[in-house]
């Protein structure tokens, strides 16, 4: 049997993405190998938000072209942001071995379509499969970015902003609870300015309105809010939510105004204070979890010391921290005052270190308290879901079925997850 495999760099919309050309290789009889080397076709669906992953995904291209040329299998395809920018350099260093390159920029379905003629063009596929259901769900509802951050490729390599109509949406979520799907995450790169770009007056309430209501949504999610975007008409708007969770990702990027303004984020430290608290305001249980870029051109040890303020002023349940990464064509890479990449590394590391303690202290402040956990995976004698606020939470022993909410009585707490029994 043909066997495929798919690497996946970045985002959840490459996530997503990866998810929807893994059914197309179902479809069509292909089997997914366990590892790459036992691939006959290998799917690298690419990013380019930080040099490092695009240096990876270059060096695996090379890593199947050897083996293609030592055994004559596998071939690779190639989409994603670095498809977008770098066709010329992928089809060189993988040679024969790069059956197809599709730029990250052509819509999903496109994809979708190319992959499968290019399958069915191999010849030897089999009888058709289907993918079995999930318990959550990414949905992307709108593709590309106008924001234009000065350090994000995004906009260049993903394109202006597209929303999908809201009844394609719904549909999508329809069919994936009848599916069995419990949970679902709205994605976008900016997702309040959904419906902006397609006439939808007020489109973000609307629509996370809409997916609420839908049956058989029990947890609703969306990632990720631009601080900017995203005011009190909105807050109070979610209050009248269902099945919203208390979890929301804010990135602040930077706990300094004149990073921010360097940054093009069109917020102040201030205004982004006071969102969290009408947000803590009316959700009082609620996670939030941000990024943070450390080392942004110019940044100078009074500004980081801000952003660590912040940060311990906040306490976000988690960050995800970057040391600030040079990308081609976007304003801040031509900024003056570069930051040294041994500079980076230690700021990364203390705020790392701020944020770890800082996440520890509030996942064992859920000990001796019970929380909902909707059950994904069970392994090796464990089970594992999520809770409201995002939180991964760890049982001891085959204790529920996949698929099923569970009340956790919470015992103990790592920075990356709480530990807890049935009851
Ligand atoms: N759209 C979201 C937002 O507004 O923050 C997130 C999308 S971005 C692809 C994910 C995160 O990658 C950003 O929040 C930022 O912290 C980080 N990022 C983007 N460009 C970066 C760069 N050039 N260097 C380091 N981190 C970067
Ligand atoms: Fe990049 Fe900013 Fe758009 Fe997020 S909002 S994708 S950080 S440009």
New binding site residues.
Partial sequence: MTKFSIITY??QINEYESGKFKEVFLELGLEEANEVKEADIVLFNS?S???KSEEKLMSRIGYIRSLYEERGYPQSIVTGCVATNEEKRIRKVGKESVLLVMKGTESLAERMEKVKETILNLANTEALRMKKSNVFEFVPVIFG?D?F?T????PIVKGRERSRPLGEIIQEVEDLTDRGTKEIILL???INHYGNDIGISGGFVKLIECVDKVPGVMRLRF????PADFNKEVIEKMRGLTHLCPHFHI?L?SGSNRILQLMK?NYTVGEYLSLIYEILETFPDASITT???VG?PSESEEDFHETLSVVEALRFDRS????????PN?P??RMEGQVDEETKRRRLNELLDIQNNISLEKNLSYVGKKTEVLVEAIDRGKTYGRNPQDKLVEIEGKVAEIGSFVEVYVTDGTFTKLKGRIG
Avoid at 151 to 154: A, G, L, P, Q, S
Avoid at 223 to 226: E, K, P, Q, R, V
Wanted: proline residues 3%; charged residues 15%; hydrophobic residues 30%.
């Fill in positions: 970045g985002c990013c938000v930080r040099e970015c924001t951050c350090y994000c490729i995004v976008g790169q900016n990632l990720t809010s631009h990135p990027q984020r990024d943070l870029i942004f995800f921290i970057a040391a600030y990464s040079k990308r976007t801040a890479s």
